[in-house]
């Protein structure tokens, strides 16, 4: 197969061939993700509303056709467990991020990428079994296993990103690659929608675990670790590629320099722009399909519908406003820096507006969905913004790097499903109101310390030259108590 593929393919640019598949593999990881939050309003018993001003009605002409009664088990889950189930995959998901970035900065991210993928999708076959097994508490189990597979799964993209990405292209290729998030959200709700209004919920498990197992089959045959280890890519690409980033991305590193890197005030403003971000993105995506399902009264197969449509409008937005960043850093229009500021703030704040607007909107089902929709649009600058910031600060640590700030924004999807179930036991649009409020609150507070202290320049410590003469210098120090320390260059 290797043989054929070079033949009739090995012209193509490899970072291409490469952005696809990385962009495959995220898209691949949030269907197998987002596909819970949608099914587990029909694995679950609807909740007992008391209706009241606070409340919408069922539209009788949108639920006349549902088909509810599917063969397939329900289950007695409130809205508290069900709030520990979703948050249950980022107890795992949290604990491999740095594991899996430093392994990948080591020996490369193919496998630690590959690998996890896989065992998330082994998982998610699985599933079924494991909930008509054990119930709720053998599927929380197997969703923290889930969590641990895909917790390498930015890291490991980062450290291949570093390898594979020109600065002129960073933005671009960056944002291809992570925006499979997007359409991974879009695919799980839509599909599952569809899926769920014609078959079983196990049916949806089913369908994206083999795609996962597929998908890493393609990816070992055609990736690799970085440039030097392709057998195919052309000698034009590989000069390409050396020229262009040889200055500041070498193949093996010296070990991460922790000290300066724990000191760097851009990577505290970075790991607050991702905290922020990621409380916004993770509450809408594990809950909007409860919104619209049990506030707004939509029928399954419109739910993964409207659910789907504000993560595929915010797809093409990512990727438009990626190609409008390379070109306003290429051309000198604006700094780097301040492209990435003007992209957070406006991934912040726009969303922010529009997720209270859709809160008052009530039971006006056009304009919340249109609400929603235009808020995650504007979220989609934060690819070009702060999403590939890790790669402009430390290429060398790209992995390490995503693997500190995106762990720790995972910690708010933990948080966030079990606040909403919490907050909103009744699903009542008050309830709702409170909980996007919190989320502006968090997009306000961490954008102001993104703008204040992020950078879009190389720092100092990605240089090995550096990391090896402070190493050697703490060293001395150490051994004769001198309070000495490299130079910054």
Known sequence: MISAWKACCGRLPQRWVFALMGFLAI???????????????????????????????????DNKNENDAKDAQRYDWDEHTQGLILSSFYWGYVLTHLPGGILAEKFGGKYS???????????????PVVVDWGDWIGLMVLRIFMGLGEGTTFPALNAMLAQWTPPEERSMIGSMVFAGAQLGTVLANLLSG?????????????????????????????????????????????????ESMNEHT?????PVPWRHM???APIWALIAAQVGHDWGFFTLVT???????????????????????????????????????????????????????????????????????????????????????IGMAMMGT???????????????????????????????????????????????????????????????VTNIIFILYASGE??????????????????????????TSPKKS
């Open 27 to 61: 898209l691949n990881a949030y269907t197998m993700r987002v596909c819970l939050s949608i099914t587990i309003t029909e694995m679950a018993y609807p909740i007992h509303v008391n209706y009241t001003d606070d409340t919408c009605p069922f539209n009788t002409s």
């Open 113 to 127: 990428l590959g690998l996890g993928i896989l065992s998330t999708a082994i998982f998610t076959l699985l599933t």
């Open 194 to 242: 569809l899926i769920l209004h014609s078959y079983s919920w196990p049916a949806v498990f089913y369908v994206f675990g083999g795609i996962g197992v597929l998908w890493f089959l393609v990816w070992v045959l055609i990736c690799y670790n970085n440039p030097y280890e392709h057998p195919f890519i052309s000698e034009r690409e590989m000069k390409y590629l050396h």
């Open 250 to 254: 070498h193949t093996k590193p010296p």
């Open 262 to 264: 724990l000191l760097s």
């Open 287 to 373: 809950d909007l399909p409860k919104y619209m399902s049990s506030v707004l009264r939509y029928s399954i197969k419109n739910n993964g519908l409207v659910s789907s449509l504000p993560y595929l409008v915010m797809w093409f937005c990512s990727i438009a406003t990626s190609w409008l960043a390379d070109w306003i850093i290429t051309k000198g229009i604006m700094s780097r820096t301040n492209v990435r500021k003007l992209g957070t703030t406006i991934a912040s704040l726009g969303p922010g507006a529009f997720i209270i607007g859709a809160s008052y909107g009530s039971c006006d089902r056009t304009l919340v969905v249109a609400m929603f929709t």
């Open 382 to 444: 934060f690819y070009p913004g702060m999403k590939v910031n890790g790669l402009d600060l430390s290429p060398n640590y790209s992995g390490t790097l995503m693997a500190l700030v995106n762990g720790m924004g995972a910690f708010t999807g933990i948080i966030t499903p079990y606040i909403v179930g919490v907050l909103a036991p009744e699903q009542t649009l008050t309830q709702w109101r409170l909980v996007f409020w919190i989320v502006l609150s968090f997009f306000i």
């Open 458 to 483: 190389v720092q100092y410590w990605n240089d090995p030259e550096f990391v090896i003469r402070d190493r050697e210098e703490r060293r001395l120090r150490k051994e004769t108590g001198e309070q």
